[in-house]
């Protein structure tokens, strides 16, 4: 995030914090910081002159114009950088979530899905409003890992030969899938307890039947949670900056392609869409992220319908009944009753 870091604020950040905490500001007068300092003879102007420039990345860099040394918090502040970071996670997330899910709503996902006798009165407005309330707080619990690796405490790495070599630049991709799909899948699973699942996991268990708009939509604390694994492997295994970028983006593409209703990947190894479709239709079945492999090991591997992957049977009546009573058996077992509000029920009130 140190290269992501020096973008904003090249950009953005130098600017905001030059004009709103100029160096000649009295604003922190009683900040402990500017104690410290002034009880050594420091002034505020030497405090932002102290920031040296150095480069996060040698492939690309974003030199500071002046506005970088005009301000009480310099870049190198642990204040500034944990606020900035902050401000990028909930700005970078919501991005990714509205175009990503747009694009999927648009172009990929069955609208068919609307008549669906287990779709919500209002859901995507529902999914939306989840997601918006969840992000900005998961995003308070995401700013210490950032933080930490802009800091210099991960085994992230820039150039090739700061790692374990060009064999890992390809090596670590399929690792870090393993790595995450493997907790991932144990998170989710326990997120599945009884004493848990009402209390964090039951707000993403509320659309039984998704549309890419509820990728995102969870209790703050159970989408923090599954995606602790992607930010604790740079502290475990080395991982190239540009390649963490990457993969933080592509899993955030990914969380919204399974939730699409899309049923391409007919695959025993990927966990697609249809078989996160069978998650969320009857809930303690296929906890994995990308892969089948931990559900069968750990015997909650179900194989999606074969009419999901049929159009003339995907849609049809019998399939959509044959689901909701299972669902609906299902419901009563893990939540003792049904809450949910139904669309096609809604309009038989009406």
């Not at 039951?202 to 969870?218: D, E, L, N, V, Y």
Request: hydrophobic share 40%.
């Amino acid at each position: 995030m140190d290269v992501v870091l020096e973008a904003f604020d090249r950009y953005l950040f130098d600017y905001v914090y030059a004009t709103v905490l100029p160096a000649n500001s009295n604003f922190f007068q009683y900040d402990l910081l500017k104690d410290s300092y002034l009880a050594s003879n420091a002034t505020l102007d030497s405090i932002a002159s102290n920031y040296r420039y150095t480069p996060a990345s040698q492939y690309v860099s974003f030199p500071p114009t002046q506005y970088a040394y005009q301000s009480q918090w310099a870049r190198d502040n642990i204040y500034r950088q944990a606020f900035s970071l902050y401000i990028i996670t909930t700005l970078f997330g919501t991005l990714v979530y509205f175009l990503f899910a747009t694009l999927s709503y648009f172009l990929v996902f069955d609208h068919a899905t609307f008549n669906h006798p287990k779709y919500l009165k209002n859901q995507i407005s529902l999914e939306i409003r989840q997601t918006l309330t969840s992000l900005p707080l998961m995003a308070i619990f995401t700013v210490p890992f950032f933080l930490l690796e802009v800091q210099g405490y991960s085994k992230m790495y820039d150039l090739t030969s700061e790692g374990p070599g060009w064999w890992y630049n390809i090596l670590q991709f399929p690792l870090f899938l393993c790595f995450t799909d493997f907790c991932i899948y144990w998170i989710h699973r326990g997120l599945h307890h009884p004493m848990i699942y009402k209390k964090l996991h039951k707000p993403h268990h509320k659309w039984i039947m998704p549309t890419p708009f509820a990728s995102h939509a969870f209790h703050p604390l159970d989408g923090y949670a599954q995606s602790v694994p992607y930010h604790v492997f740079p502290f475990i295994f080395p991982l190239q900056k540009f390649a963490y970028v990457l993969l933080f983006v592509w899993i955030n593409i990914w969380t919204v392609l399974i939730h699409d209703g899309e049923y391409v990947a007919n695959s025993p190894i990927i966990n697609g869409a249809a078989c996160h479709t069978m998650h969320h239709l009857y809930f303690n079945y296929n906890y994995g992220q990308f892969t089948t492999l931990w559900d069968r090991l750990g015997g909650s591997y179900r194989k999606p319908n074969e009419e999901l992957f049929r159009r003339e049977t995907k849609m049809g009546k019998g399939e959509w009944e044959r689901q909701s009573r299972e669902m609906e058996m299902m419901v009563r077992e893990v939540e003792g009753g049904d809450d949910r509000t139904y669309l096609p029920e809604a309009k038989k009130e009406q």
